[in-house]
């Protein structure tokens, strides 16, 4: 009896202590899904505190904090995202920081069975292509790269116009999609899983693929640098939390993780 008493005395303490963790709510982009998740573990373990993560698209998340749900800190890998919730005087003291870059890359299955190598080959007949909702950064980061291929490789008044295949190259890869997904993450599974030749992807998905992705790399001078930035929002219901966290993800600590995930820190090399 004494043993399951004290048992039972251990467990509403151990419950009591858990449910009287604060609550921070972390919203941030599903491209960054494995860098926040190990975020999340190491601040915990660092703080009494219980980190609720938040992953999506970052416009899903911009739409979410204007309509009120409740966010202490914001991520987003869109610099007008945040331009937005600036505007509407949700971002404390009107200040983001960009703590991280990332760049494009043509993802394909690990066999690469459509046997793809350059960006030229896409516009191939029966090439099956995932992109990005173009409402979603990355889909508009993919917009941007597919309008310079064209502009460039694509031109024939251009001194690095390629070949007539590369004409109205937008237009023949857009010809070629075959799902325009919500967010990174799902063109990743669409192509990992082979429902997709071929997707346009942030290169750290690659990267922490390891062999169950090749990639297709964009030529530097055509790619999109790409900013992630994070705020504190004005709201937060853990605002001197919230405060902490940011710094965290500017920690030593924080940037050495970054790297491991293939992002490039703020005053780190390209990839």
């Known amino acids: 009896m004494v043993v399951l008493v004290a048992a039972s005395l251990v467990a509403g303490y151990t419950y009591y202590i858990q449910a009287s963790k604060v609550q921070l709510r972390v919203f941030a982009p599903s491209s960054l899904t494995n860098l926040f998740k190990e975020y999340e573990r190491k601040f915990e373990s660092q703080h009494n505190v219980d980190v609720v993560l938040n992953l999506a698209s970052s416009n899903t998340l911009r739409e979410q904090i204007a309509e009120g749900l409740p966010c202490d800190v914001f991520a987003s890998a869109s610099t007008a995202e945040m331009d937005l919730l600036r505007n509407k005087g949700l971002i404390f003291h009107n200040r983001s920081r960009t703590f991280a870059y990332n760049y494009l890359a043509i993802a394909t299955p690990a066999d690469n ?63 070629n999609v075959v799902a325009y997904e919500a967010n990174a993450q799902q063109v990743v599974t669409k192509v990992m899983e082979g429902f997709a030749d071929a997707g346009f992807v942030y290169f750290s998905d690659v990267a922490v693929k390891g062999a ?20 504190v929002l004005n709201d937060a219901p853990q605002l001197r939390l919230g405060i902490t966290f940011v710094d965290y993800v500017f920690s030593e600590e924080s940037l050495q993780i970054m790297r491991k995930w293939g992002l490039t820190d703020v005053e780190g090399p390209s990839p």
């Open 113 to 175: 069975p459509a046997n793809l190598k350059t960006p030229e080959d896409l516009v191939k007949k029966g090439v099956r292509i995932a992109l990005a909702d173009f409402k979603t950064p990355l889909g508009n980061y993919t917009s941007q790269i597919l309008s310079r291929i064209e502009s460039s490789w694509g031109d024939r008044d251009s001194i690095y116009y390629q070949n007539p295949a590369i004409e109205k190259y937008r237009s023949k890869i857009l010809a």
């Open 212 to 231: 169950k992705l090749q990639a297709i790399a964009i030529p530097p001078e055509l790619n999109v640098k790409t900013p992630y930035q994070i705020a």
